[in-house]
Structures are given as structure tokens and as C-alpha cells.
């Protein structure tokens, strides 16, 4: 035999309460009680609105998310974007780009992972991005010291021709670093010694012979001095030289060292921004002390060369996305990097701009091949 429930026998045809599976006409004395069905379903469906909300929320949430990464989606193949570092683990870019790499994903609608691919100071991986398919699948995380490399050295790539140049995301602080016990307590204190001996003081920094550091050669040209430079693989070797006392100083990215500087463990003498750094605003920027040694280090994302402009404009609108994350801000803060978006034409104008105006300045310091 069926149950009939209450709900299973509420409907329009039969008029009033049910109790008990029985239905009742309300009473004449009540003329309030035919109405109560009404305000008990208004109730209930007030309730039930309550409790879809958050739900409901979630799924606007997510459908709007995937809805943003539906153009990158139909553009890019369905798979992994790898994200060549042409350099070590352990250096201030590649932490860049591990952090940088979920924020992109989000907007992109795929997985980005980030593979290293060391070598040459960083011509290894820039040599096996640019044979890589334009699909957007593979591309190469860059800074300027991968444009400058074909100036100084021979390697298997040309900085124009052989990428699509997708975006510049930062600019990285460099600088000059002491041990905290170091008598250099300035950069005009590192000049002076550094006069009165000529290669006296060794510097780690990362590069090669034909490519040393841009920033410390950029001193001795200003300043007609002359250090002697200990080539290392990136910062961390760089960090470990100057900890064990192998050489008097280091030169790389502030952020590097940035939880050493915290600590008091090394002194930063000052950086090559135009100005002071966000993360120590102690530190007055080498140009604020008296040396003409100031410029741009941008850090960014490029691909194989003839990527289609609906594969290129995909990734570079995910990027920019991901730039304006809160997270991107903490992530930049935390490494000690400025923000300098460039998107696209602006950034292949930026790299195009390098190779006019530096040949004449690495001529000047003795490094053009």
C-alpha cells in the first residue's frame, strides 16, 4: 500500500491543510488560516533562496573565470605551457617565474610549468626555444642580459629575429654586496679602494669572461677602475663565494640576498635603479651617490619566432591578467622587483632599443666580439 505524505498530497485542486494524510477545510472562525499555506511556502522558498545563494555564488565565480580564459583556450593547444628559464634554479628570475607561473595559468586556461635549461650564461635555452613549434606551447623566460649576450659572445640564436617578443613583467634591482664585517661601507668607499688596487678586488657575479656583469663594467667605465671578475653559474654560487670569503663582494639581483640583507648577515652598498629600492629604502641608489651608473633590467616572456597573432595576443592578455593579481604585487615586493608591463610591439620596441644603444657602450668597455 502507498503512503501518501503531506507533501505528496499538497496541490491546487484540494484547498487547505493536510494533516495526518487527511485533508481538512479550515475553519470559519480563522479567517487568517486559508492563508497560512501561502506564507509557509513563501517561507520555505525564502529558505531554500538562502541556501542556494553561496552555491549559486560559486558557480558564477567559476563560470566567469572559465568564460576569461575561454579566448587563450580556443587559441592555445590543449596541453602544458612550458616556461623555458635559460638559468640555474635558485636565482631571483627563476623564483619569479615559479611564482608568476599559477597567476598566468589561471588566466590562460592551462597548466604553465617552468623547466630550466642552463648553460652559456643563458644561450642553451634561448638556442632551444627558438626551434621550438609557435604554438605557444614552449616559451622562454628572458631579461636583458639575454638581448645582450649575441653583442659579446657567439651563440646559436639573433635576439630579433628568432623570437616573438611577448612581454617585458619587471625590473630587477642590481646591486653591490659586502659582508657585514666589509671596511667598503659605500660605493664611493669600492671606488676609492678599488683605485688603489687595480683588480684588488674580486667580485662573483653571474656570466662568463666575454660576458660579465653589465652593471660592475658599467662602473669601471664610469670611474676608470678595474675589478677582478670571478664568472659564476647565477646569484646563489655568487651568495655562497661571498659567504665563504672566496671574494670580496658579489654583484647580482638584490633579491638574491634580500633575506641576508634582512638579517644583517650582508650589506647592500647600493642599486642600479633610478631609484631607491621599494624593499630597502635605507640604501640610497648608486646614481644618489654620485655615480652615473643607472638603467633598466627588464625581465619578461618570449616565444619561437612566427607565432600566429591570435596565439601571441592569447598569451600576452592572459600575462597582463595575471600582472594585475594581488598576488603578482606580494610576489614582486617579496623578490625586490618593479612592476614594467610592456606588451607586445612595446616590448620588441624595448629589445630593439637595446641593440641600437649598447653596441657603442660594451665597444667603451672592451666586451663586443
Known amino acids: 500500500m502507498t503512503r501518501i505524505t503531506a507533501s505528496a498530497c499538497a496541490g491546487p485542486s484540494r484547498p487547505g491543510p493536510c494533516v495526518s494524510g487527511r485533508w481538512r477545510r479550515p475553519s470559519r472562525a480563522s479567517p487568517n488560516a486559508r492563508e497560512k499555506p501561502r506564507h509557509d511556502r513563501e517561507s520555505r522558498q525564502h529558505d ?46 627563476d623564483a619569479y617565474l615559479r611564482g608568476f607561473a599559477p597567476l598566468a595559468g589561471r588566466h590562460l586556461g592551462r597548466s604553465v610549468l617552468i623547466e630550466n635549461r642552463p648553460g652559456a650564461a643563458g644561450a642553451v635555452g634561448m638556442a632551444y626555444v627558438k626551434g621550438q613549434p609557435a604554438d605557444g606551447s614552449t616559451l622562454v623566460g628572458v631579461t636583458d642580459a639575454s638581448w645582450r649576450l649575441p653583442l659579446v659572445q657567439r651563440v646559436d640564436y639573433d635576439g630579433t629575429r628568432d623570437f616573438t617578443h611577448l612581454a617585458g613583467l619587471n625590473n630587477m634591482a642590481l646591486g ?50 678595474r675589478f677582478l671578475y670571478v664568472p ?3 646569484p646563489a654560487p655568487a651568495l655562497n663565494a661571498l659567504l665563504s670569503k672566496t671574494v670580496d663582494l658579489m654583484f647580482d639581483s638584490v633579491g638574491s640576498a634580500a633575506g641576508m640583507i634582512d638579517s644583517g648577515e650582508v650589506r647592500l652598498l647600493g ?23 643607472s638603467f633598466d633590467y627588464l ?12 596565439v601571441s595576443d592569447a598569451l600576452i592578455e592572459g600575462f597582463r591578467k595575471a600582472t594585475m593579481e594581488p598576488e603578482h604585487a606580494t610576489l614582486l615586493a617579496r623578490l625586490s622587483l618593479l612592476p614594467a608591463w610592456r606588451a607586445g610591439p612595446d616590448y620588441a620596441a624595448y629589445v630593439s632599443g637595446l641593440y641600437r644603444d649598447l653596441p657603442p657602450v660594451l665597444r667603451a668597455m672592451g666586451l663586443t666580439r
Request: charged share 20%; hydrophobic share 40%.
Open 232 to 234: 659564476v653559474a647565477g
Open 48 to 93: 531554500e533562496e538562502n541556501e542556494m545563494m553561496p552555491t549559486t555564488r560559486r558557480c558564477l565565480l567559476t563560470t566567469g573565470a572559465a568564460l576569461a580564459a575561454a579566448p587563450a583556450r580556443a587559441a592555445l593547444p590543449d596541453k602544458p605551457i612550458r616556461v623555458i628559464c635559460p638559468w640555474a634554479a635558485g636565482g631571483t628570475f
Open 176 to 225: 653591490f654586496i659586502v659582508l657585514k664585517d666589509s671596511p667598503i661601507r659605500s660605493i664611493a668607499d669600492l671606488v676609492e679602494r678599488a683605485k688603489a688596487q687595480p683588480e684588488g678586488l674580486s667580485v662573483a657575479g653571474g656570466g662568463t669572461p666575454a660576458s660579465p656583469p653589465f652593471g660592475m663594467k658599467l662602473l669601471e667605465l664610469r670611474t676608470g677602475i
Open 299 to 310: 625581465s619578461g616572456i618570449a616565444g619561437p619566432p612566427g607565432m600566429a597573432p591570435e
Open 271 to 293: 642599486v642600479t635603479t633610478p631609484g631607491r629600492s621599494d624593499r630597502f629604502p635605507q640604501v640610497p641608489s648608486i646614481r644618489e651617490q654620485g655615480f652615473d651608473v
